[in-house]
């Protein structure tokens, strides 16, 4: 089974940075689409950005020109570069990958989440 693991979580102010790292562990055979998520306080899971294998990927409204998304297919890693962090950044980040088995089958794993909050 494949654990993931985030960090780079932190506190920073606002119209800072801060660079999320997740790396794969475990068995694995393919790892497809991965994707960043992260939930506020009170309010539901909302996806960040997402990337292929091949490095195709895309951004929630909330964060386009802030955000950047990137994987390292050798090391198993996926980093989300934020800058500009605003207040409502924050929250909870988790990374999230599809897994693919050896079989053939695939399924989807998730990290515990770091938390990212941003001060005014």
């Known amino acids: 089974q494949v654990q993931l693991v985030e960090s780079g979580g932190g506190l920073v102010q606002a119209g800072g940075s801060l660079r999320l790292s997740c790396a794969a562990s475990?068995?694995?055979?393919?790892?497809?689409?991965m994707r960043w998520y992260r939930q506020a306080q009170g309010k539901q899971r909302e996806l960040v950005a997402s990337?292929?294998?091949?490095?195709?990927?895309m951004y929630a409204d909330f964060v386009k020109g802030r955000c950047t998304i990137s994987r390292d297919n050798v090391k198993n890693t996926v980093s989300l570069q934020m800058n500009s962090l605003k207040p409502e950044d924050t929250g909870v980040y988790y990374c999230?990958?599809?897994?693919?088995?050896?079989?053939?089958?695939?399924?989807?794993?998730w990290g515990q989440g770091t938390q990212v909050t941003v001060s005014s």
């Open positions: 990337i292929t294998r091949n490095g195709q990927s």
């Open positions: 475990g068995r694995m055979f393919s790892i497809n689409v």
């Open positions: 999230n990958a599809d897994i693919g088995a050896a079989t053939g089958r695939w399924y989807d794993t």
